[in-house]
C-alpha cells in the first residue's frame, strides 16, 4: 500500500509540462488499486479480495511502467525543445521521480510475479522461482521457514537500478531476465542522460 501511495505522490509532484495527466488521475488509479488491499486486510486474505488484490496490482505494474517510459520520453523531450526554459533543479527532481517510481513499480512486480505471488508463497505452495534468494542457498544462516518479503524485492528492485546488474539475487528465468535489463536501461537513461543535463545546467 505505502508503494502504491508513493508511486502516486512521485507523479502527481512532477512540473505539469512533463506530467502526463490531471494530478487527479494518478490519485483516482491509486483508490481502484489500493480498495482491494484494504478489502484483503480487512477480511483476513479472503481468496476473492486476494484475486482482485493480484489483478489489480499487476494492472497497475503495467500502467506504471509504461506511464515510467512515457514520462521520461517527455523529460527529454522537453530538456531538448526547451533549452533554457526548464530549470536544472525541475530537471533533476523529475528525473529523481521517474527514477524512484521505476524502483517502486519493479520492485511491485517482482513481489508479485515471482514464486507465484505473495499468497503462494505465504501458503507453502509456490511456483517455479523467478529469483534465487541468497537465503535459500545457506539455509542454516536465516530463520527457519525464511520466504521473501516484499523489502526483498525493494531492495531487488534498487539494486538494478543502481548497479544496472545482479548482485546477490540471481534471475532465474528469461522473464526475470528481461525485466531486469528494463528497468536496468530506464535507468541508465535516466542518469545518464537527465540528471547529468540537469547537474550541467546548475553548475552553469
Known sequence: MLTVLGVVLLVTV???RVRLMASWGPMAVGAIVLTPM???????GQH???QLERVLTLAFCVVGGVSVVLNLSEVIRTMLGGA????GLKLLSSGC???ANNVLVFALLHWQLDAGGPEARADGKPDFCDWQFPQVVA???VR???RPVFMDYLALGFTTATAFSPTDVLPLTARAKGLMMLESIISLVTIAVVASRAINVLGQ
Open 97 to 99: 521521480a521517474v527514477w
Open 84 to 87: 533554457g526554459q526548464t530549470s
Open 48 to 50: 476473492r479480495w486476494l
Open 139 to 141: 539455509p542454516e544462516f
Open 144 to 146: 527457519p521457514g525464511w
Open 14 to 16: 512532477l512540473p505539469d
Open 38 to 44: 484494504l478489502g484483503v486486510w480487512g477480511s483476513r
